[in-house]
């Protein structure tokens, strides 16, 4: 048994979630292509990406049989895929067109060691409550949401507007918690 991963990823929101609970690791970013393949789904794409980060760490590594921990997150709206916002407008129009609708978040995450690889993506439904447009742009006005998917940050500010949430907040956030320490217990890591 083992008590330390490696956490493929540079987001400080997953390393926060694994201190949480407690779980030992070792962050090593990794750069990727993240551009989606020709009619690739959004859920396909953070699998895809997820475990495409978990391989490019474990080539980083000196370490035999090291369990390796990749995520990705998307946020899906109307069936297309939201990222970060190109600019203020872009941000604010994002918000609005959620406004009291409900959207998808994805997060895939991959563990790998040298014998085993799991993978699992995990979907929450997130419903806004009614963004005004005077909300949208204060909320801009404080900087959160200009590096965050779908331009908003459900641990932060941005929890202001979600009415309901249906499935993993911490899935929300960056890496679903509960699935992961089941999927970590089979890897032989001490949670």
């Known amino acids: ?28 970013a990794v750069n990727i292509d993240e551009s989606p393949l020709l009619k690739e ?40 895929a939201i990222g970060k916002p190109k600019n203020e407008s872009d941000a604010i129009d994002t918000l609005l067109s959620m406004s009291n609708k409900s959207h998808n978040v994805s997060t895939g995450f991959c563990l790998l060691n040298d014998t085993k690889e799991y993978s699992e993506i995990v979907t929450s439904e997130i419903t806004f409550g009614e963004i005004s447009e005077h909300q949208a742009r204060a909320y801009w006005l404080t900087g959160e949401p200009k590096d965050k998917a779908g331009s908003y940050a459900i641990q932060g500010l941005g929890a202001m507007f979600v009415s309901r949430i249906v499935g993993s907040y911490s899935a929300v956030v960056g890496l679903p918690l509960f699935e992961c320490r089941q999927a970590l217990i089979q890897f032989g890591v001490e949670v």
């Open 1 to 28: 048994m083992t008590d330390t991963i490696i956490l493929a990823s540079a987001s400080p929101r997953r390393k926060e979630l694994l201190n949480q609970i407690g779980i030992k690791h070792i962050v090593c």
């Open 41 to 80: 789904t959004p859920t396909e794409l953070v699998s895809r990406l997820a475990r495409e980060k978990a391989i490019a760490a474990q080539g980083y590594l000196d370490f035999p049989n090291q369990t390796i921990l990749a995520a990705d997150t998307i946020i899906e709206y109307q069936g297309v």
